[in-house]
């Protein structure tokens, strides 16, 4: 049995979205975060001393990072969503897989938290907005003509990039980087996705 931490409004939504998609039975744990600070909740401490959503249990194996938490389940229960090993194709996979939560994030969240120091993070800005394009425009490029990441039909790599990939919509860079609204629309259409949405852990 496959159960999931997850915790409304974060990176959590994408593993609830694979697990439709895989189609296993699961059961999901839900936290909210604070209404005032946004914050998750005391109760993820005591599944994991970080207190992080995402976090799946799969025969009684607590898994967490969310790249971890995609590459256990697909190896599982989808493998048709990673590369044959031997492959090329196998090592882009690990490159995006690992640039999802490591690279991109860096500036997405540097321009979260330093926006809110106000005029006293101005002067890191133009910085920060650099780094947001080149890391969106290099997602862009690594786009297939087939609209997927890796492989032409979806992979664990789209599932990985479709939070960073949201993220240039709601920074209002849509326009810069159409081929990314492209995949940002195709994934949320699918019915996996939309289901996911239904729950309304959101």
């Known amino acids: 049995m496959i159960r999931l931490h997850h915790l409304n409004r974060s990176r959590s939504h ?5 697990l439709e998609e895989i189609g296993q039975p699961y059961e999901v744990i ?14 993820l401490l005591e ?34 969503m990673i590369p044959d090993a031997a ?11 690992h640039f999802a939560e490591g690279s991109v994030m860096t500036p997405v969240l540097l321009n979260l938290y330093v926006g809110r ?18 890391h969106f425009a290099y997602m862009e490029r690594m786009l297939r003509p087939s609209g997927h990441f890796v492989q032409d039909d979806l992979s664990a790599a789209d599932i990985m990039l479709s939070f960073p990939a949201e993220i ?17 629309a195709a994934m ?3 019915p996996a996705y939309a289901r996911a949405v239904a729950l309304g852990y959101e």
């Open 188 to 190: 949320q259409a699918r």
């Open 87 to 97: 492959s090329d194709a196998h090592i882009t996979h690990l490159e995006l897989m």
């Open 30 to 43: 839900a936290y909210a975060r604070d209404a005032k600070t946004n914050l998750a909740p005391a109760e």
């Open 14 to 18: 994408r593993i609830l979205w694979l």
């Open 47 to 80: 599944v994991h001393p970080l207190g992080k959503s995402p976090m799946v249990e799969i025969d009684d194996r607590l898994v967490t990072e969310s790249a971890a938490i995609t590459e256990v389940l697909c190896t599982r229960f989808a493998p048709q």
């Open 117 to 134: 120091l106000g005029e006293a993070g101005a002067p890191l800005h133009p910085r920060i907005q650099a780094e947001l394009h080149s």
């Open 168 to 184: 240039v919509l709601r920074l209002g860079f849509g326009d810069t980087f159409p081929r990314l609204a492209d995949f940002v």
